[in-house]
């Protein structure tokens, strides 16, 4: 073993060591675009799991029970989506400490001021960019690096941008660890460390961006790198109280362009519900007691 | 250590009360070094609960005391002793383990580890607190014959104090704050120690000494932060920024000022959407952000070159430049200078700046600072005014062409941990009536807000209050006004003075539609408030919803399978039409609760409030919406405290719903646990103390009435006099020495009176009086000072405080001497602890009954409070 590879394989150990989540011995199955996991039964959704991608039946248990949750309260509604929410394993990119509430509703702290959104909301914002394979996505804030991976189930052109240098690099130790074991679908997530007000314009223009940081204005280089008829989300406020803002970019017959906000729920206010909670996939009460 | 002490060696006169006013006075600027460690590290308000709540230690020290009574009449001195030793050591030992178990607020209800760390943290400052108090309880126990006399030297040690940290934050940063509250104990160890003694003072010394010096080089030395700021502070994120910069810092009672340059900072509040298409990008390190206590960043922009002007029009400030041209500008409030470069830029024939905050204006006139500021203030069209822009109106003759007062704090801007209680007096009925009365006629005044609440809150409180000003200048008021929104974004209202002209209607509107906002009201603006069906219910249901019982979700109860099934039922994809659309979002449901032309419903909802407000009357929705939407007064100056109080229980399983309001929700807290705090502190003596005499009840009434009396006047005018000081810290600083100096005296003068006279209920029938007097006449006052220089408004407010704060000075003093004197020596130190625990209570309740009530009813509860202690006072010495 050459000291490259050497040093290259045992910091992505350590990396997988951070997260909790040793190597395992089961190398998933490369991801495959036509097939679909069972959506209505937790148990052969489990055993599908298994057999294709070598992940812990308890975390797949949790998934699965979210998923539930989600379909329930109208987070996710079409089938890709659905498949993109089962396939991606959130517990590898939260911090150790937080695996046990990995598939809890929150969103977690994952340093640096930045946190992994909730699962609820991710599918919702996903949703409503309606992504299609062959899409070209930009995301702005890499973070956890789970959002990148949950699009990756649905197109194979992933942009994403990282402010902060470490975060950077910690989640490009993460996906170079799941793209070494056989998460081949993630090399589609091309990353860099720079400032997303920029974009990234030398891949674009997108036909969707996800913007996941705080600004006081939508960036005007973002506006122009999005296709018309795009869609553009982005979360305002803080984390926990976030509302997200759906921007549409338009061109007219005239060439005219026009930018319109709306918001994620299709001019409905949000109501209130309060996230069930699951237990061996029964609704046991509600999240909060 | 205390056995074997001769009772001789126990200090006396002057230098007994030397220690007790300094160690009083360390207790006090502890508690304002420990709430800036709370401002610059996380969050003031969660500062406000752990500094009230570690109040507490004196209602616990005094159950102590009682407890070991008999103990302490053997070994007091030697306990006082230990405790006076070891205040210092506890406040620096509990600070920097403070600092190792800091508690982000953002994952308060989230993340279960967060509440006990916050109670690690009310805990661990809650020790240097308990021993200062069981050192003064001790004392005040062992010296009850001269009770007036230690409560002077108490009560002015403390109010010095106030003034001394007042002098200290300008030389010393929060880091390193601590600094005065140990300097302040170290003077009263070396006191108690005794002058005469030399190996003890150079004890005193050295210990003391090498308690500062742990705390100045322990954090550095154990790689500990000396104050751990939150990640998710804004300066953090600046911090984080590979290219950041602090290029400038200045601390003082105004806040620890902090800039930041660097290439990631990019500003332009509320810049509309359509700018990337009409404006060239704009060239790089355009901007510096400022931070204030580590938020922010206020955004500070050089001079664009002429080419790039084009970019102030898509901003909302620009709004009144639209039909004002050769305008003379007043800005209300400068902040980062953003409103007064738009003017400038617009063609402004003058602009006369604003801003309250010395601070401000020093770093924009710093010379390292020059590039980044373009000079701004040089600027030969620009004048500065070096206080608050509403005093400034109020007071003067000019008349301006346009006033704009525009984001000029983060009203609204959303803070992770939710708001501190303050009080906005820039936006209350009566500053927008100054604003007005301070425009030429034809003029235009231009307010801009944070719009980035869903639902929203604080813009309708603001609209409301806009309609109730206009309203009160008479004229064709509703043909005066037009507003505009940016979902998610901001919202400006325009008043015209004179009313608007069908061209300048049309003007506006178009310049609306060039920038993509949505018109919520102006003149002649056709509505339908039909359209708007159901959407009052549809925001009480984003909150208090529970759509599980009500919607088709059945699957609450049913097996996964069918639950997932019975979930797809009434997807969105599915056209939405399985439960009423309202709660279906999806693709097809594009109308689901709007008014079906894609206008989102906080638009919807505005648009109604405004048609409401204006007709007035049964039209007026604004009592039906989810949220306490009233006006703001300058009695009642919050954007805080939306939601209803009959609403308070239902929220706390939804608490993420309302993040906005966690400050608010966080005094409810404070006050429950202080409530129940002051109950059990309050048992133990009238279980165990089952043979000390009749009248507990009248004596837990008196000593409650003053606690509570007392801290309600202390807390209420501190938050009326920001109005003419305009600053909490200086206010907070002013109020608490002049009362507690004042009080001292008072209680000095006590000695004179007979506990049994008639005296003592005169003082207290005439504080209640004065106390009502004050809400009468202190509006009036302070409009009067508000436009002098700052120390003759300085010296105005010590005078106002002066009067109640001596009279309140009798009564604890005059009853404390009672007890002593007719032999109730046990019910002493309960008395003080009972004192102390309603003053918990107090501190919590003010600020609630200031956001329900009105600051007016704050003064009239400590009036009813003295009005309350005359009959309890007549009562327990009937008993007695």
Known sequence: MNRRSFMAGTAIAAVAAAHGNLVRAAAPTPFDWTAMPPMDDRGAFIDWMVKMRGEDPTFLGQRYDLFLNTVQHRDLYDDLDKRAFLMTPREEFVLKRNLDR???????????????????????????????????????????????AYLCHLTDQVYSIEIVQPLFERTGGIFADLIARGYTEFSAVQRKNDDGYYGWPENGPFDKIIVTCGIDHVPPPLLEQLKPDGIMVIPIGPPGAQHVLKVVKTQGADGKITVARSDIYHGSVVPFVPFTKLQDGKIVGTHFN | MSTGIPASEAPQGLRLYGAVGSLAGAVIALQIAVMR?????????????????????????????????????????????????????????????????????????????????????????????????????????????????????????????????????????PEKLLVAPLVLWAVALILWSGVARPGRVFAALLGSGATLAAYLILPAALGVPAIAVSSYKGVSYARNFPDAKRLYRDISPFGDLQIYSSSYMHFAPGLSDNAAFNVPELPANTYVGMFIDGEGPSGIMRPLPPEDAAYYQYLPMYYPYVIKTKAKVFVAQFGGGLSAMTALNAGATSVTIAESNPEVLRAFRAPELKEATGNILADPRVTVVGYDGRLFLTHTDQRYDVIDLSLADSVGLSNPGGFAITEKYAYTQQALEAYINGLAPGGVLSVTLWNKEEPPK???????????????????????????????????????????????????????ADLSFDEVYSPGFAYDPASAKGILQQYQDAIFGNAPTDGPATGATDAPGDAAAQGDGPAPGDGASADGGADAPGDGAGDGAGDGTGVVPSTTLARLVWQGL???????????????????????????????PADLTRTLDRLDTVQDDWGYLLLWATLGIACLAAAVLILPPMVLGGRMGRGKPALIVYFGCLGLGYITVEVGLISWFARALTNPTIAASVVLSGMLVFSGLGAWVAERIRSTGLILPALLGATALALALMTAVLPGLLEAIGALPYLARLVYCLALVAPVGFLMGFPMATAMNALAECGRDQMFVWAWGINGSFSVVGAAAVPLIAVSFGL?????????????????????????
Not at chain 2, 462 to 470: D, L, P, S
Not at chain 2, 480 to 509: C, H, M, P, Q
Not at chain 2, 856 to 880: K, N, Q, T
Request: cysteine-free; charged content about 15%.
């Open chain 2, 458 to 512: 604080s813009v309708l409180r603001f609209y409301a209050t806009m309609v109730r000003a206009a309203k009160a200048m008479g004229g064709d008021w509703a043909g005066s006004l037009f507003v505009s929104e940016s979902y998610l974004s901001t919202t400006t209202v325009l008043y015209k003075k004179g009313g608007f002209t069908a061209d300048e209607i049309a003007a506006l509107r178009g310049h609306t």
């Open chain 2, 614 to 644: 204006v007709q007035g009357g049964a039209a007026d929705v604004t009592p039906h919406y989810v949220f306490d939407v009233q006006p703001l007064t300058d009695d009642r100056p919050y954007f805080a405290g939306y939601i209803r």
């Open chain 1, 102 to 148: 990995a598939y809890a509703s929150d969103f977690l702290d994952i340093g640096y001021g930045v946190t992994i959104s909730g699962p609820r909301l991710v599918a919702r914002m996903t949703s409503v960019l309606q992504v299609k394979k062959g899409d070209r996505v930009l995301e702005i804030g890499t973070g956890s690096g789970f959002q990148s």
């Open chain 2, 37 to 173: 460690v709370f401002a610059v590290g996380s969050w003031s308000h969660f500062g406000s609960l752990v500094v009230s709540l570690a109040m507490l230690g004196f209602g616990m020290a005094s159950v102590f005391i009682f407890v070991l009574r008999g103990w302490l009449d053997r070994h007091g001195e030697g306990a006082s002793r230990a405790a006076l030793v070891l205040f210092g050591p506890l406040a620096v030992g509990a600070n920097l383990v403070a600092q190792l178990v800091p508690f982000n607020a953002i994952f308060l209800i989230s993340d279960p580890m967060q509440k006990w760390r916050l109670l690690a943290n009310f805990l661990l400052y809650l020790l240097p607190f308990l021993s200062g108090a069981f050192f003064l309880g001790i004392v005040f126990r062992q010296g009850r014959a001269h009770f007036n006399r230690l409560y002077f030297a108490d009560l002015l040690g403390s109010g010095l104090a106030g003034l001394a940290i007042l002098g200290a934050l300008y030389i010393l940063p």
């Open chain 2, 856 to 880: 007016s009813a704050v003064l009239e509860v400590a009036a009813a409070s003295y009005a309350l202690a005359l009959p309890a006072y007549l009562s327990m010495l009937r008993r007695a």
